[in-house]
């Protein structure tokens, strides 16, 4: 299935998010769009969203997690990658809803046992190390969150 490789890929771009300082006590009044928008750390997401259509959805009301590649995480995949993401908007917009929950999460709910579904479909478990796994194969190379409750006025952003 040509997804797959394209989803195991882009896992790789998620690292620390840069920037941002909101704590899970304070809430942003601008959604998670606005302050991707806001911070030039996520300028190459901001771009790939608004080319797949996806910033009103991201927009909306909400509420949604968004797991956020920063551009140092896009600079980590092959150019080819990116390139065939920009030519197929349907595996683009599958890309994309990949690191999005329709829900808020907060880190505390990242845990052991706790599953969510994407916006694209696919579940993610987390263990007990905060990894999430996808059927059986924990994919290591998603990365610990290591940037959480970055809080928006319609969810979340935690970087991985």
């Known amino acids: 299935m040509l997804i797959s490789p394209i989803i195991a890929a882009t896992c790789a771009l998620l690292s620390k998010h840069v920037g941002a300082d909101e704590s899970a006590d304070e809430t942003s009044d601008q959604t998670i769009i606005e ?3 806001a911070d ?3 300028s ?5 969203v608004d080319l797949a259509g996806l910033a009103e959805t991201l927009g909306d009301e909400g509420p949604f ?4 590649p920063t551009n140092d995480a896009f600079d980590e995949i092959p150019d080819n990658v990116i390139n065939f993401l920009m030519e197929d908007m349907d595996v ?5 809803m990949y690191h999005v929950v329709g829900d808020a ?3 505390e709910d990242l845990v052991d ?3 969510y ?3 694209e479909g696919s579940d993610l478990t987390f263990n007990d190390f905060g990894f999430p796994e996808i059927g059986n194969n924990e994919l290591e190379i998603f990365g610990e969150i290591t940037d959480v409750d970055i809080i928006a006025s319609n969810g979340v952003i935690h970087a991985i």
């Open 105 to 107: 999460i907060l880190s």
């Open 44 to 48: 190459t997401l901001v771009s790939l």
């Open 113 to 115: 046992g706790n599953s």
């Open 65 to 68: 997690t968004l797991f956020a």
């Open 92 to 96: 683009l917009k599958d890309v994309l």
């Open 40 to 42: 030039p750390n996520f």
């Open 117 to 119: 579904t994407t916006l």
């Open 35 to 37: 302050l991707g928008q």
